[in-house]
Nanobody, 127 residues
């Protein structure tokens, strides 16, 4: 099991940027695909972005494509989510997650494909 700690959330205005971080301990992330999900009040948790274990491929939800960027620093055992041009509808608790099946050959986007989760970090975007 890998322990994940999310951070970097906050209260910002529409159009601002934030960078979320997810630091892992217990195991190295180098062989794992990683994802970011979010959950707004009263809504189901949804996929935001994911990156292949190698870092060579990424996928994004249509709602964030072109504004968010996921990246992975294996040396720091950390995954990032750079969020630009934030909108009020981006308000949610953001969770990072690890697909602990080593060297998955695709970019997983489903909740059930991820085994380990961070505690979440709140992002609030005011209009």
């Amino acid at each position: 099991q890998v322990q994940l700690v999310d951070s970097g959330g906050g209260l910002v205005q529409a159009g601002d940027s934030l960078r979320l971080s997810c630091v892992a301990s217990g195991r190295t992330l180098s062989g794992y695909a990683m994802g970011w999900f979010r959950q707004a009040p009263g809504k189901a948790r949804e996929f935001v972005a994911a990156i292949k274990w190698s870092g060579g491929s990424t996928k994004y939800a249509n709602s964030v494509k072109g504004r968010f960027t996921i990246s992975k620093d294996n040396a720091k055992n950390t995954v990032y989510l750079q969020m630009n041009s934030l909108k009020p509808e981006d308000t949610a608790v953001y969770y990072c997650a690890a697909d602990t099946r080593y060297y998955t050959m695709y970019v997983p986007t489903g909740l059930s494909q991820y085994e380990d989760w961070g505690q979440g970090t709140q992002v609030t975007v005011s209009s």
